[in-house]
């Protein structure tokens, strides 16, 4: 009961203590802050709407990508795979999880970010080229690139969470449907990932919170240009990224309150996020629920 | 024989051990520990030029964090620690939090390179003129053929690919320097932009990378890219570099010998009057500038104080100025060695 509490308070005490930060900010620019596409530290002019753009983007590309691959990968492994090859890649992917974010950037700039520069983008404009998401010019690093990583950095979360989840489907259910003439195909895309669904939409939710925050592997392949651009291709700016880039060397009050506004953000975003989240699986538990 | 040897061993393990724990722990309790804090930049030049200090100085160890110029002045005004290191020095306003007079002094002197990225290299290096570089970083000047980058460089292969221009993303001295020179050569620079450690990038072209890594890694992978970088990070890198134009109109890189020279035509540099960007000496390089440390002029422990202003003397002389050098920072001028050590006597101890 102490603890729970403690995390409430906990909770709580993040939220007043980045507004109470924020203050001057919040006073100064007013809600205008949020739609404002301005950051000039030397006039002391802030918005947060590139932040927030290239915050949500990269995020949204990460957790399309990584839900995708993420379920697709668990499901193989806990309905299809045989254990020999089951294990070792569950393993891999678990370990995935664990490796450190500033890996995952180093790899991203010096790997990721050529490949994708010198093949994968080229291509997207080539054949493409035609939609605005797809054009313009390519620097390797940018919105996508950032999407990317973020993805494969969430992939494992989502992965090993649905797998738990499928494992955990009651074997009654797979033994009815297959009695009632079900392919095992379809025992497993009508019976058991639908069983465990509202789990696995909690685990993109998880992961999604990830891709939200994540500061050093974003702001190393993102580009770190405060704009807002139609282009995939093109560089962004994490609300993250820009705090961990500019906190330490801001000096003036305004400055780090503006930081601080940017982080208020981050958290309202995240709230918002888990809360939508929680009501839809709320309402889907709901619905599932026999009369 | 095998459990004889493992016995012997630990038994020596045990004597060295507490040997050099008694060795470690006795001058440590003796020793009074200072602690700093602040600018990235000079923290490899403050680690190996305080752990010299200690070696001959017994009674004193000094701790630096380096936590960034802004962190560094917070924790000053804060008074947790003893001194405070900033890539530029404090200004008015911060020195009206800080309570007391402050005073300030250079401390470590760095160059910033100017680097680039062509598919075919350009013999004896690409020249570019001040007018250039902040026409590229204005995003005037777009693709590496223009006429005017043509005309600087007539033995060059340009070729018709668009200017990257790569900035640091996080707030630096580096930044703060060289937008210092863009707009000491760029009156629409000034308008538009301005000098800080971050600033608002005017081209569409651009790229932010993190930390000189960052920067020479974007611009590395980048053909047609451009950037800049601090000289140490550059000569131990390898990088290649642009030629400026000074305001004397001749062509120098970016060397240990150029920034000096840029630096020894102010002597009396000082925090309301620091900016030794594009200077008109013959061998001067445009691009450069100081790193300052700081302490309160009337402190309440004298005694520390002391010990701070000793250590800090050291610091900016010769010994510890030769240090620097190997280091790949550029050693203070003999004139501006001087000029910290009178401004390091004005402090009541």
């Known amino acids: 009961m102490a603890a729970t509490l403690l995390f409430v308070a906990i909770v709580v005490g993040l939220f007043l203590q980045l507004v109470h930060g924020s203050w001057e900010s919040l006073t100064t620019f007013g809600p205008g802050f949020i739609w404002s596409s301005a950051w000039n530290p030397v006039t002391n002019k802030f918005g947060a709407l590139p932040f927030i753009f290239g915050t949500v983007v990269s995020s949204a590309i990460a957790i399309v990508v990584a839900s995708v691959v993420g379920i697709a990968a668990a499901v193989f492994l806990a309905e299809f795979a045989p254990p020999f090859i089951a294990r070792p890649i569950s393993f891999l992917i678990e370990l995935l999880a664990a490796v450190p974010s500033v890996v995952f950037g180093l790899w991203g700039l010096f790997v990721l970010a050529p490949v994708l520069a010198r093949s994968v983008d080229p291509f997207l404009a080539h054949t493409l080229g035609f939609l605005p998401l797809f054009s313009g010019p390519i620097y390797g690093v940018g919105l996508l690139t950032a999407g990317l990583l973020l993805a494969l950095m969430i992939v494992p979360t989502v992965a090993a969470i649905t797998r738990d989840l499928i494992l955990a489907v009651p074997n009654e259910l797979r033994e009815a449907s297959i009695s009632l003439g079900a392919t095992r195909w379809e025992t497993t895309m009508r019976v058991v990932v639908p069983a465990a669904r509202a789990g696995i939409m909690g685990a993109c939710v998880l992961a999604l919170g990830r891709a939200l925050g994540e500061t050093i592997a974003a702001t190393m392949v993102i580009g770190n240009r405060p704009a807002i651009s139609a282009s995939l291709f093109a560089p962004s700016?994490?609300?993250?990224?820009?705090?961990?880039?500019?906190?330490?060397?801001?000096?003036?009050?305004?400055?780090?309150?503006a930081l601080l506004e940017l982080g208020l953000i981050l958290f309202v975003i995240s709230v918002i996020v888990n809360g939508s989240a929680r009501l839809l699986m709320f309402s889907m538990l709901r619905r599932e629920r026999p009369r | 024989m095998r459990t004889r040897m493992t016995r012997r061993a630990s038994a020596a393990l045990i004597a060295g051990f507490a040997a050099s724990l008694g060795l470690a722990t006795l001058p440590?309790?003796?020793?009074?520990?200072?602690?700093?804090?602040?600018?990235?930049?000079?923290y490899p030049f403050f680690s190996k030029a305080f752990y010299t200090y200690s070696q001959s100085h017994s009674d004193v160890t000094v701790n630096y964090q380096s936590i960034g110029s802004g962190g560094g002045i917070q924790q000053f005004i804060a008074k947790t620690v003893d001194f405070g290191a900033s890539d530029v020095p404090m200004n008015s306003d911060e020195l009206k939090r800080a309570g007391g007079v402050v005073v300030q002094v250079p401390v470590a002197l760095g160059g910033v390179a100017v680097t680039y990225n062509l598919p075919s290299s350009v013999p004896g290096g690409l020249?570019?003129?001040?007018?250039?570089?902040?026409?590229?970083?204005?995003?005037?000047i777009t693709q590496w053929?223009?006429?005017?980058?043509?005309?600087?460089?007539?033995?060059?292969?340009?070729?018709?690919?668009?200017i990257v221009s790569v900035h640091r993303s996080d707030g630096s001295g580096t930044t703060y320097i060289f937008s210092d020179f863009l707009s000491n050569v760029s009156k629409e620079w000034k308008d538009k932009v301005g000098t800080g450690k971050s600033v608002q990038w005017p081209g569409t072209n651009t790229v932010g990378g993190k930390g000189n890594e960052g920067v020479a890694g974007q611009v590395r992978q980048t053909s047609g890219a451009i950037g800049y970088v601090e000289l140490a990070y550059a000569i131990e890198n390898k990088m290649t570099t642009a030629q400026i134009q000074n305001k004397a109109g001749k062509?120098?890189?970016?060397?240990?010998?150029?920034?000096?020279?840029?630096?020894?035509?102010k002597p009396n540099v000082s925090a309301t009057d620091f900016s030794i960007v594009d200077r008109s000496a013959e061998n001067a390089y445009p691009i450069s500038g100081y790193s300052w440390v700081f302490v309160f002029e009337n402190p309440t422990d004298k005694g520390r104080a002391k010990l701070v202003r000793d250590v800090l003397s050291w610091t900016t002389g010769a010994d510890a100025q030769k240090i620097a050098g190997t280091l790949n920072y550029v050693p203070l001028p003999e004139s501006v060695q001087e000029t910290a050590k009178k401004a390091l006597a004005e402090v009541k101890v």
Do not use: M
């Open chain 2, 127 to 140: 020249r570019l003129t001040r007018e250039v570089v902040s026409e590229i970083y204005l995003g005037k």
């Open chain 1, 237 to 257: 700016y994490t609300l993250s990224s820009v705090i961990a880039n500019e906190f330490t060397e801001a000096t003036s009050s305004l400055y780090i309150s």
């Open chain 2, 28 to 42: 440590a309790l003796a020793a009074t520990q200072l602690t700093g804090a602040g600018s990235t930049f000079v």
């Open chain 2, 145 to 162: 053929n223009d006429p005017a980058l043509v005309k600087l460089n007539p033995h060059a292969s340009l070729p018709n690919i668009p």
């Open chain 2, 251 to 265: 062509w120098v890189s970016c060397t240990e010998s150029t920034v000096r020279a840029a630096a020894a035509t």
